[in-house]
Every structure is written in C-alpha cells, then in structure tokens.
C-alpha cells in the first residue's frame, strides 16, 4: 500500500518561506518512476492543482499553476522516495493544506479523485500552511 506523508507547513508571515515534504513507501515500481504532485484545500474551496513533476520518462519536467510561478519550487530526490515543494514569497492567498499526490494506476492506490482534469489516487493526511501577518 502506498503512503504519502507530508511534513513542513506551520504559520509564516507574507513573504516568508516554507519547505514542504512528502516521504513517500511502498511503491511497487521505483519512486522515479511515477509523476507526482502537490495540491491544495483552502478552507471553504475545493482541492486546487499546485505543481507537478514528471517521472523519468516524462525527464523530471516541471510544472506550476500560474499564481505560484516564480515563487515555489517542486523537486524530488528520488534516493530518499521524496517529494518537495520549496515556497517563497509566501501570500495570504496560499494558506490552504496542501498535499502530495499521485496516480499508481492498480497498485496499490486508492479511490480515484479528481482535481480539475488531473486524476489521483492516492494522497497524504495534508500540511497546513497557514500565511497570516
């Protein structure tokens, strides 16, 4: 059974940083082979794409909804089956939980979801991120 645990979230001031982390087990292929994501909740509002990286086959690519371009960053190291997202410049509007996710087709995930047109199904319990002055 996969799981994703994420770490990293707390209360920063805007324009602060945070360092997201997800240590992921239990793949059945190697970790570098799978796409993995970050999404978010914010209170009130339904789960929101943030960032995407590629497998190895898709060459790690990256990608980045619009409002977070520029200032967070996703990266994986693939020794250590874990994902990140480094957020910089934080703003009020980026307070949300936030969760990694990925799609493991048939082994080992759970009920597919749906965020906009991506499909996952499997995430973590979430990190709160809260940006408040």
């Known amino acids: 059974e996969v799981q994703l645990v994420e770490s990293g979230g707390g209360l920063v001031q805007p324009g602060g940083s945070l360092r997201l982390s997800c240590a992921t087990t239990?793949?059945?292929?190697?970790?570098?082979?799978?796409?993995m994501s970050w999404v978010r909740q914010a209170p009130g509002k339904e789960l929101e794409w943030v960032s995407s990286?590629?497998?190895?086959?898709?060459?790690?690519?990256?990608f980045y909804r619009d409002s977070v371009k520029g200032r967070f960053t996703i990266s994986r190291d693939n020794a250590k089956n874990t994902l990140y997202l480094q957020m910089n410049n934080l703003k009020i509007e980026d307070t949300a939980v936030y969760y990694c996710?990925?799609?493991?087709?048939?082994?080992?995930?759970?009920?597919?979801?749906?965020?906009?047109?991506?499909?996952?199904?499997?995430r973590g319990q979430g990190t709160q991120v809260t940006v408040s002055s």
């Open positions: 996710a990925v799609d493991v087709g048939s082994r080992g995930g759970g009920t597919y979801f749906f965020v906009g047109e991506r499909q996952y199904n499997c």
């Open positions: 239990g793949f059945r292929d190697t970790f570098s082979s799978y796409a």
């Open positions: 990286i590629n497998s190895v086959a898709g060459a790690f690519d990256t």
